[in-house]
């Protein structure tokens, strides 16, 4: 009996032994199916962010800013390019008329403003247009201290002389000259004066809500490299009301963008919309501007910004396209050196709203315009666009012949 007691215990042991081994050998199969069904996999990030991310490559003015963004990273894919807007380019060509018809060349039926309006009627069909004087727009430059002397010096001898109370300098550092020249229209932002997103963003918040205090009807944006036409910006925003939801300017690419959506409570995870680039500059109306208000003042548009991970110019065009869901009009008539500028020529140039040039690497992108300064002697332009706007600035010659 004793005897049959111990084999059983034994036969018992060797049981247990087996089947320990046994689970010991399933053990990684187990580990290995659980680990695949416990982690989700990452989802790629949509490609077309990439669009947004190359347009801000483009505006570097920093070598080591591009290297800052990647380092961020944001998921932005590099093998999407920016293209170019070509279509607005051959269009603007054909405006016709000299600085003296500019009137009645803008209400022609074959004019780039009269085209690019045509759609955009009151209830009755009617265009919205209203009375409107260059004191009611409000125009920000934005800027950086190393470019106070270069480009600023520039911009004040010309289109600024034309518009002093209507300007506003954005800039990163509290320049005493640049302080007794602007006034109270020096801005200082307290802002980084490296190019990064968050530095562009930083200004554009500040932008956004001095306009907001200012009072005025329209707020329009520029670059420190913009020759902008005042006349011209004001014969475009008088076809418009204030109080109506207007958001003007030019993409720098031909398709829109998609980004990543963390504001929305709606569930959506990616939203598609359209952008007009800072580079070109771009004018949105005082109503449109205040339903931007819980996403845009008091510093609430760096947090925006921050949640979809873009650059200024995008950020702008999310919560007016992407949360507004107020639709960009794209104008023929705003430049940024990101396009062929040597195809706007002669007349043609007179008409536009903003005007550009190619930074050092790409000099010769210019408007082509002749009979006033050589290219020595005005390398940017401007100051011959300048006189032949305004000839009797005393420091034009004396004919300006197109």
Not at 52 to 77: M, N, V
Not at 127 to 137: A, T, V, W
Not at 145 to 163: E, G, V
Not at 382 to 387: A, D, E, N, T
Request: charged share 20%; hydrophobic share 35%.
């Amino acid at each position: 009996m004793t005897l049959s007691c111990i084999g059983l215990s034994k036969i018992c042991f060797l049981l247990s032994v087996t089947f320990c081994a046994f689970l010991l050998l399933l053990i990684p199969k187990f580990q290995t199916t659980w680990r695949h069904r416990g982690y989700p996999q990452p989802r790629p990030p949509p490609p077309l962010n990439a669009s947004c991310k190359s347009e801000f490559h483009h505006q570097q003015a920093e070598p080591s800013s591009t290297d800052h963004l990647d380092s961020e990273g944001t998921g932005i894919a590099h093998s999407v390019k920016d293209k170019t807007v070509e279509k607005w380019g051959d269009y603007s060509l054909h405006a016709g008329g000299s600085s003296l018809k500019l009137k009645e060349q803008h209400g022609s039926p074959t004019s780039p403003l009269h085209t690019m309006l045509k759609d955009h009627h009151g209830p009755d069909g009617d265009s919205i247009k209203e009375n409107l004087d260059l004191k009611d727009i409000f125009i920000a430059v934005k800027t950086t201290r190393k470019y106070h002397k270069t480009r600023l010096d520039l911009l004040f001898q010309t289109w600024i002389s034309q518009a002093k109370r209507q300007t506003f300098i954005f800039t990163d550092w509290e320049d005493r000259e640049l302080r007794l020249r602007a006034g109270d229209h020096m801005i200082n932002t307290n802002c980084s004066a490296v190019h990064t997103r968050q530095a562009l963003c930083c200004k554009m918040s500040v932008e956004y809500d001095k306009f907001l205090e200012s009072g005025r009807k329209w707020f329009c944006h520029v670059d420190d490299d913009n020759y902008v036409n005042p006349q011209n910006l004001l014969h475009l925003l008088s076809a418009f009301s204030h109080s109506q939801d207007v958001y003007v300017g030019r993409p720098s690419l031909d398709h829109p963008i998609e980004a990543a959506d963390h504001v929305r409570s709606d569930g959506s995870t990616t939203v598609k919309f359209w952008f007009a680039t800072g580079g070109a500059g771009f004018c949105i109306s005082r109503g449109l501007a205040l339903k931007m208000s819980p996403w845009a003042s008091l510093g609430n548009f760096i947090s925006t910004a921050e949640k979809v991970r873009l650059p200024d110019d995008c950020t702008i065009g999310y919560i007016i396209e992407g949360l507004l869901e107020v639709k960009l009009l794209h104008s023929p008539l705003f430049h940024s050196h990101l396009e062929n500028l040597q195809r706007l020529r002669g007349e043609s140039v007179l008409q536009q709203v903003t005007l550009s040039y190619g930074g050092p690497e790409n000099k010769h992108n210019v408007v082509s315009v002749a009979g006033v300064f050589g290219l020595q002697q005005d390398p940017t332009r401007f100051r011959s666009v300048h006189c032949l706007l305004y000839p009797d600035t005393t420091w034009c010659p004396t004919k300006n012949i197109l």
